[in-house]
């Protein structure tokens, strides 16, 4: 396979803050409303919402989480084209996370930042909030009035994303698993393991991770080199990758902060 991740300096891109990029609420995207991936032919299913305890490392529902996944319309139908081209060559999409809403994302701090009092007891409470923040923002931060304190998952335009075999009907081994947060997991990786000639280009680790991202960036997502499973399309996240990828940004980002609908 001659395609290849490029590589990324992930230091920089850990360092990204989007509270400067704008977002056109006044743009025709803006309002555009979430799909439903059980409508759709995408495989799927809620990490955060897993009662089977395989949900690494939370082992338990998040609370706040929902069963089902919601994405904008646009990036749904992204996902579905995506997913088509890979249908062909063997594989598929698998989405374990769209939409985060503030009540999830306040479990998921919940949990993040007792786990790092359990592991750290003797730290101070400062040490504890900066090991969450690694993990997921502070939703006391949040405002949904004020974009700079918007999360990537709460725009409905970011997705997380792992690769599944259509003939094992089993997910592809990516080398670590979700919420991993450690070398292993940044995107270019094995790209970096195979130039030093510690890895065979054959790798099945490498040509997953390169299959997905090959599969996605041809829709037009962006992804966060620390993270391979994360993507993003039209948010704050994707405006300043944008940038920083290409030397160049859309001036605004076109999706922010948005409720899932309610039932009627």
């Not at 809403?101 to 930042?113: D, I, R």
């Not at 409905?156 to 690769?163: E, I, K, N, R, T």
Request: proline share 7%; glycine share 4%; with cysteine.
């Amino acid at each position: 396979m001659s395609w290849r991740l490029p590589q990324v300096d992930c230091a920089h891109f850990k360092a990204i803050d989007v509270r400067s990029v704008p977002v056109n609420s006044a743009g025709p995207r803006f309002e555009e409303p979430l799909v439903n991936l059980d409508t759709t032919s995408i495989a799927h299913e809620s990490y955060y919402a897993r009662t089977d305890k395989k949900n690494t490392p939370f082992l338990q529902p998040i609370e706040g989480s929902r069963s089902d996944i919601w994405v904008r319309r646009t990036v749904a139908e992204m996902l579905v084209r995506a997913d088509a081209w890979l249908t062909a060559q063997g594989f598929g999409l698998f989405v374990i996370t769209g939409h985060t809403s503030p009540e999830c994302l306040s479990g998921l701090w919940t949990f993040h930042l007792a786990a790092a009092r359990n592991r750290r007891p003797e730290a101070r409470a400062e040490d504890w909030h900066a090991d969450a923040a690694t993990h997921v923002r502070d939703p006391s931060l949040f405002s949904p009035e004020d974009p700079r304190t918007w999360p990537a998952h709460s725009s409905g335009a970011a997705v997380d994303v792992l690769l599944w075999d259509r003939n094992n009907d089993t997910l592809c081994d990516m080398g670590s698993s979700f919420e991993d947060l450690s070398e292993i997991s940044q995107s270019d990786y094995f790209e970096r393991q195979l130039d030093r000639d510690l890895l065979s280009p054959d790798d099945p680790r490498l040509c997953a991770r390169r299959l997905l991202h090959q599969a996605m960036s041809r829709e037009g997502f962006l992804n966060e080199p620390p993270l391979y499973w994360h993507f993003d399309w039209g948010n704050q996240l994707y405006v300043k990758t944008h940038g920083i990828r290409h030397g160049f940004a859309p001036a605004a980002a076109w999706y922010g902060f948005t409720h899932v609908p309610t039932e009627d």
